[in-house]
């Protein structure tokens, strides 16, 4: 059984930092790509930074230079770390992994492509 596990949520002020981790058992995939999404109260989900599974990263404006995704392929668990964080970060944030993967323009990732959840972690960015 695949499972995904967010952790290092919390609340911190404007301009701080955390680092989120997602350590995931029960992979039997050849490839496959991480996302992290956040979900704020009364909005969509929306993904925030994707990593496939030649490496190559992919963050939308909103939290490029600010956010980074990496890995720990020794014990499969990712992380994303969240510098100069606003308060409009403020969220529950996912990770999630997709079997299919998308060889072009990484934008192009949506929350339906991604097949496994984590049960999320809350961001809280006070001002």
């Known amino acids: 059984e695949v499972q995904l596990v967010e952790s290092g949520g919390g609340l911190v002020q404007t301009g701080g930092s955390l680092r989120l981790s997602c350590a995931a058992s029960g992979f039997t995939f050849n490839e496959f790509a991480i996302g992290w999404f956040r979900q704020a109260p009364g909005k969509e989900r929306e993904g925030v930074s994707f990593?496939?599974?030649?490496?190559?990263?992919y963050y939308p404006d909103a939290v490029k230079g600010r956010f980074t995704i990496s890995s720990s392929n020794a014990n499969n668990t990712w992380y994303l770390q969240l510098n100069s964080l606003k308060p409009e970060d403020t969220a529950v944030y996912y990770c999630?992994?997709?079997?299919?993967?998308?060889?072009?323009?990484?934008?192009?990732?949506?929350?339906?492509?991604?097949?496994?959840w984590g049960q999320g972690t809350q961001v809280t960015v006070s001002s």
């Open positions: 990593i496939n599974g030649d490496g190559r990263t």
């Open positions: 999630a992994a997709a079997v299919v993967l998308i060889y072009g323009f990484l934008g192009d990732y949506t929350s339906d492509d991604f097949d496994y």
